[in-house]
């Protein structure tokens, strides 16, 4: 039998050593696997057994939800729906100063609740409202940050694609998961809010004043009832009917699509062009993260049977150390691990090893999760390679640095940090609402 600690550096040292060679990942978890099974599990018949564990590890119905979470912001994203929205809540906040930023987390928030994708939601408040920031002479803390900011409450508002993976990679609740991140996500847009409000009284000209044209009460009245509160239906769709114990996860998702289609077509949005691009969209993401779960779970079986988990985490808990020490590590290595890898790479690194760990010093399951999610939005605008790092760089105006993106996301990080120490304080922030179903 081949030491654990010779079976870890095998198998995780491997997968970096691929991903540094350029390799994609799911490339990378495969090819580990398969040599992981020739050792581990007996040459040709690990192989064969390999192949049939990656067919079950797909076929879980607690994957549904996925694909049509994505669908579901696909179709809001490419019927137009979202801009609705976007130019109610601008009639709704007239000449306030720093307007557009306030409506960049009023608007990201809401549609974070509509798309569950942190990069859709990037790219739609880029493109749509930094080019009108940038015109206004906003500077680049009441531009970028609020975008990066706003735009990784997907992943820990419902519906959260990451947030299903990573109950099912790591078998906690995924409904309970889903709908422990509502409040911690409200508690954080707040935290952005009250950021902007700094911000513009530090330096007031970090968001010019100008005339803008005030909406009558009247116009303000009809742009809510027609482009915004019809949305609810769709936040009742997915987040309802999982709190009221009506719906599963996949049921509230599939409802979460109906209802998007219901909305379209009332707004005469739906269109052959629409639902084309948004079945590409959707049938490319979904594909991406599917052949990933293949090649985590094959990759969490294989260090489970080599004994590299075991002997990790009973390395780790060999330690005399109390849990929120432990915890600090986990959040430490998260980070550091965000800087260079994407967000499904570190759940499916990190997860075997992590939740034997969770068991041992008796945190709760559902609340980890999404203290987890929480660290993993951090990690997508930690320097220096944070995927919405890139993504707003994407959209932003040709000649802005990569220095200017990540020094504009700094308050709002100190914002999750605190939601964090504040998770650790107070755990039914997040377990609460759960509680109830």
């Known amino acids: 039998m081949i030491p654990w600690y010779f079976a870890t550096a095998i198998m995780i040292g491997g997968v970096l050593f691929l991903m540094a060679l350029g390799l994609p990942v799911a490339l990378a978890f495969l090819s580990i696997n398969i040599v992981g099974a020739w050792l581990f599990l007996g040459g040709m018949a690990g192989i064969d057994q390999m192949i049939l564990n990656a067919t079950d590890s797909v076929t879980s119905f607690s994957l549904v939800p996925v694909p049509l979470f994505v669908l579901m912001g696909e179709l809001l994203f490419q019927s137009g729906m979202a801009i609705r929205v976007f130019d109610a809540l601008d009639n709704c906040l007239g000449r306030a100063r720093g307007r557009l930023s306030y409506m960049t987390v009023a608007g990201g928030t809401l549609f974070a609740t ?37 735009g990784s409450l997907a992943m820990i508002i419902p519906p959260s694609s990451l947030a299903v993976l990573l109950g099912s990679l790591a078998r ?5 998961l889903l709908i422990a991140g509502v409040l911690p996500g409200l508690v954080l847009a707040v935290m952005f809010v009250l950021t902007i409000r700094i911000l513009i009284a530090l330096d007031p000209d970090a968001a010019p004043s100008y005339d803008a044209e005030r909406a009558p009460f009247s116009v303000i009245v009809k742009s809510v009832l ?5 949305m609810g239906l769709v936040v009742f769709a997915v987040i309802g009917l999982i709190l009221l114990g009506w719906a599963t996860p996949t049921e509230s998702a599939a409802f979460g699509v109906l209802s998007v289609l219901i909305l379209a077509i009332f707004y005469r949005k739906l269109s052959w062009s629409v639902i084309v691009k948004s079945l590409c969209g959707t049938l490319s993401v979904s594909v991406m993260m599917l052949t990933i779960i293949v090649a985590s779970t094959t990759f969490s079986q294989l260090l489970a049977f080599s004994g590299a988990s075991r002997g990790v985490v009973e390395w780790a808990t060999g330690f005399d150390v109390d849990g929120l020490v432990m915890l600090g590590c986990i959040f430490l290595v998260l980070l550091v691990m965000g800087m260079f890898m994407d967000q499904l790479s570190i759940m499916m690194l990190t997860l ?14 559902v609340w980890f999760g999404v203290f987890m999610l929480i660290a993993l939005e951090m990690s997508l605008v930690t320097p220096p390679f944070g995927l919405l790092l890139f993504v707003m760089l994407g959209v932003a105006p040709k000649g802005t640095t990569l220095g200017e993106v990540t020094k504009s996301a700094m308050p709002y990080l100190a914002c999750t940090m605190l939601l964090l120490i504040l998770l650790v304080m107070f755990p039914p922030l997040a377990t609460w609402l759960p509680s109830l179903k």
Do not use: C, W
């Open 114 to 150: 509509l798309s569950g994708s942190s990069m859709a939601n990037t790219a739609m408040l880029g493109t749509t409202l930094m080019p009108e920031m940038r015109k206004r002479g906003y500077k680049n803390a009441l531009v970028m940050g609020p975008i990066l900011a706003t």
């Open 172 to 176: 906690i609740d995924v409904g309970a």
């Open 226 to 230: 027609r482009d915004v509160m019809p």
């Open 352 to 365: 075997p090893i992590f939740m034997p760990l969770v068991l041992h010093f008796q945190f709760d399951p």
